[in-house]
């Protein structure tokens, strides 16, 4: 049996080269969005109160909810129907009417579901509307559905600096500098609304206008009923997936927000958001291996596209092993940054950790599914969405929170499982990112964790007896936690996987630039 021809295996190189690059972009991302996130749950903990938090994070439940069902599925559909086109140039439409198609048609879908929210705010606010800043929020789902269609626009022409812009820059920077003023100037009851909306009208405003500067205007185009209608059918299998994994992550903290306290949604809210950013580092693939996995699949080349998926499923899940132990070992210290009740929803924090764990490997064989096996992407995302469901409402009641995390681990590790199989069938080879070197490397950054997690019983005592007081010496002590602890925990599992783990095709990662081909 021959080996790949020498075209094929540069191809599959530079290939590799374009997931590298967009990779290193979009962690990039990750990181800046990451510290950019920290400072407003910290400034929302503790100058507004788990209260206020958990009133927050229903009503942009309510609102994401939204935007997501105006997106239709042309997120990821983008790409397909892009690429599609500049297959057929003779017959396809030119790519800025695609766009402006797909713009209009989420405007006018998010803009009758707000209208809907401001007919019935009580399903945005179930205790109340206490001002028209309340009344009219919804308005705001208007934004981050456009700013959805344009970055998936400018991802396919792998263009994904404008979304670390957007959504790693501008949208938690704005947030987190608006929280504080508006505090000040609309209390704390709508204070952090209007950051959020903030937040969403600059987000909008840096995504739409490199969209219209790659794109250009529009050529002789109008809206057409026909035409917008062909789009969101095209899309629906697709926009139920999304609307799945998306509700899949929030289900949790609905059901909960229905049987607990503000209180104890609130310090859920922070937890989930704390280990969503794992999630979030997944995510930020997802703009570089669409379009590369559509091309692969509008050019036949499964094999290509099992490549594509084994590639970033190993990165995106060895990251994620380095988020769970770092974050998971120093996740009391970690929770307390945001107030003093914080630290005891340290256990459900590690669950939500694990459940970004489970997830990751059918989260890259989604990107996969949802162009070569829709609709069975489509009906194993809502059976997953249906057995989490049923999971939460059964022991929700007796454990709260703890019994939300659990049912969504649960939910997504059977998906996982289950997703990894059928694309495997599909394309005809292997496309898990497992490798046994994940191992070693994740018992020796486990061994350091637990080291650093009783590191205050050692340090808070010795610092006391060199004079310090009892508080100032337990606070010193989760310092060096939240610093020196996570450094090593992270050192010790990337030394281990990258000497163990990494081939040198993993290694084009963390090139910051491509060698030149001799």
Same mark, same amino acid.
């Given at each position: 049996?021959?080996?790949?021809?020498?075209?094929?295996?540069?191809? *599959?190189?530079?290939?590799?080269?374009?997931?590298? @690059?967009?990779?290193?972009?979009?962690?990039?991302?990750?990181?800046?969005?990451?510290?950019?996130? %920290?400072?407003?749950?910290?400034?929302?903990? =503790?100058?507004?109160?788990?209260?206020?938090?958990?009133?927050?994070? +229903?009503?942009?439940?309510?609102?994401?909810?939204?935007?997501?069902?105006?997106?239709?599925?042309?997120?990821?559909?983008?790409?397909?129907?892009?690429?599609?086109?500049?297959?057929?140039?003779?017959?396809?439409?030119?790519?800025?009417?695609?766009?402006?198609?797909?713009?209009?048609?989420?405007?006018?879908?998010?803009?009758?579901?707000?209208?809907?929210?401001?007919?019935?705010?009580?399903?945005?606010?179930?205790?109340?509307?206490?001002?028209?800043?309340? =009344?009219?929020?919804?308005? !705001?789902?208007?934004?981050?559905? $456009?700013?959805?269609? /344009?970055?998936?626009?400018?991802?396919?022409?792998?263009?994904?600096?404008?979304? !670390? =812009?957007?959504?790693?820059?501008?949208?938690?920077?704005?947030?987190?500098?608006?929280?504080?003023?508006? $505090?000040?100037?609309?209390?704390?009851?709508?204070?952090?609304?209007? #950051?959020?909306?903030?937040?969403?009208?600059?987000?909008?405003?840096?995504?739409?206008?490199?969209?219209?500067?790659?794109?250009?205007?529009?050529?002789?185009?109008?809206?057409?009923?026909?035409? %917008?209608?062909?789009?969101?059918?095209?899309?629906?299998?697709?926009?139920?997936?999304?609307?799945?994994?998306?509700?899949?992550? @929030?289900?949790?903290?609905?059901?909960?927000? @229905?049987?607990?306290?503000?209180?104890?949604?609130?310090? +859920?809210?922070?937890?989930?958001?704390?280990?969503?950013?794992?999630?979030?580092?997944?995510?930020?693939?997802? /703009?570089?291996?669409?379009?590369?996995?559509?091309?692969?699949?509008?050019?036949?080349?499964?094999?290509?596209?099992?490549?594509?998926?084994?590639?970033?499923?190993?990165?995106?899940?060895?990251?994620?092993?380095?988020?769970?132990?770092?974050?998971?070992?120093?996740? @009391? &210290?970690?929770?307390?940054?945001?107030?003093?009740?914080?630290?005891?929803?340290?256990? !459900?924090?590690?669950?939500?950790?694990?459940?970004? $764990?489970?997830?990751?490997?059918?989260?890259?064989?989604?990107?996969?599914?949802? +162009?070569?096996?829709?609709?069975?992407?489509?009906?194993?995302?809502?059976?997953?969405?249906?057995?989490? &469901?049923? $999971?939460?409402?059964?022991?929700?009641?007796?454990?709260?929170? +703890? &019994?939300?995390?659990?049912?969504? *681990?649960?939910?997504?590790?059977?998906?996982?499982?289950?997703?990894?199989?059928?694309?495997? =069938?599909?394309?005809?080879?292997?496309?898990?990112?497992?490798?046994?070197?994940?191992?070693?490397?994740?018992?020796?950054?486990?061994?350091?964790?637990?080291? !650093?997690?009783?590191?205050?019983?050692?340090?808070?005592?010795?610092?006391?007896?060199?004079?310090?007081?009892?508080?100032?010496?337990?606070?010193?002590?989760?310092?060096?936690?939240?610093?020196?602890?996570?450094?090593?925990?992270? #050192? #010790?599992?990337?030394?281990?996987?990258?000497?163990?783990?990494?081939?040198? &095709?993993?290694?084009?990662?963390?090139?910051?630039?491509?060698?030149?081909?001799?």
């Amino acid at each position: 049996m021959t080996g790949p021809t020498p075209a094929a295996a540069a191809d *599959a190189e530079e290939s590799t080269a374009e997931l590298a @690059r967009g990779g290193r972009t979009s962690f990039a991302g990750f990181v800046l969005r990451l510290l950019a996130r %920290m400072p407003f749950l910290f400034i929302a903990g =503790r100058l507004y109160g788990s209260a206020e938090l958990g009133r927050f994070g +229903y009503a942009i439940l309510v609102v994401e909810l939204t935007a997501q069902l105006a997106t239709i599925g042309l997120r990821r559909g983008m790409a397909d129907a892009l690429a599609r086109e500049a297959a057929q140039p003779a017959t396809g439409a030119p790519p800025a009417n695609t766009v402006a198609d797909a713009l209009f048609l989420s405007l006018v879908l998010a803009a009758v579901g707000a209208a809907l929210l401001i007919a019935v705010p009580t399903l945005v606010f179930p205790n109340g509307v206490a001002s028209p800043v309340d =009344r009219l929020f919804p308005l !705001v789902a208007i934004a981050p559905a $456009l700013i959805e269609i /344009s970055l998936a626009a400018l991802a396919f022409r792998h263009d994904i600096v404008a979304q !670390v =812009r957007a959504r790693a820059i501008v949208e938690p920077w704005t947030l987190s500098l608006a929280a504080w003023p508006a $505090l000040h100037l609309v209390g704390a009851r709508q204070g952090l609304l209007v #950051s959020y909306a903030l937040s969403m009208a600059a987000s909008a405003a840096t995504a739409l206008w490199p969209c219209w500067r790659s794109y250009g205007r529009p050529r002789r185009w109008r809206p057409h009923t026909g035409r %917008m209608w062909r789009m969101a059918a095209d899309n629906i299998p697709r926009a139920g997936a999304d609307l799945a994994d998306w509700g899949s992550r @929030r289900l949790d903290f609905f059901i909960l927000g @229905r049987f607990a306290s503000p209180e104890v949604t609130g310090i +859920y809210f922070v937890a989930q958001n704390m280990a969503s950013m794992a999630a979030k580092l997944k995510n930020s693939f997802d /703009s570089i291996i669409a379009p590369l996995l559509a091309t692969a699949i509008a050019e036949g080349d499964r094999a290509q596209v099992a490549a594509h998926v084994r590639q970033v499923a190993f990165w995106v899940l060895t990251a994620q092993f380095a988020v769970v132990l770092s974050l998971g070992s120093t996740s @009391r &210290a970690s929770l307390g940054l945001f107030g003093p009740t914080f630290p005891s929803g340290a256990a !459900v924090f590690v669950l939500l950790l694990l459940v970004e $764990l489970f997830s990751s490997q059918g989260a890259v064989c989604e990107d996969a599914l949802v +162009y070569l096996k829709p609709r069975t992407n489509l009906a194993i995302a809502f059976a997953g969405v249906v057995l989490q &469901a049923v $999971l939460t409402l059964v022991f929700v009641p007796a454990y709260g929170p +703890y &019994a939300a995390a659990g049912g969504l *681990a649960a939910a997504v590790f059977v998906v996982s499982l289950v997703k990894s199989a059928v694309l495997r =069938r599909v394309v005809g080879a292997g496309v898990s990112g497992w490798r046994p070197a994940l191992i070693p490397a994740a018992l020796g950054g486990f061994a350091v964790g637990v080291a !650093v997690l009783h590191s205050p019983e050692v340090v808070a005592p010795a610092l006391h007896a060199a004079g310090l007081g009892p508080n100032r010496s337990r606070a010193v002590a989760e310092a060096l936690v939240l610093t020196v602890g996570q450094v090593a925990i992270l #050192s #010790s599992f990337g030394t281990l996987i990258w000497t163990i783990g990494f081939t040198p &095709a993993d290694k084009v990662l963390f090139q910051l630039r491509k060698a030149r081909r001799t």
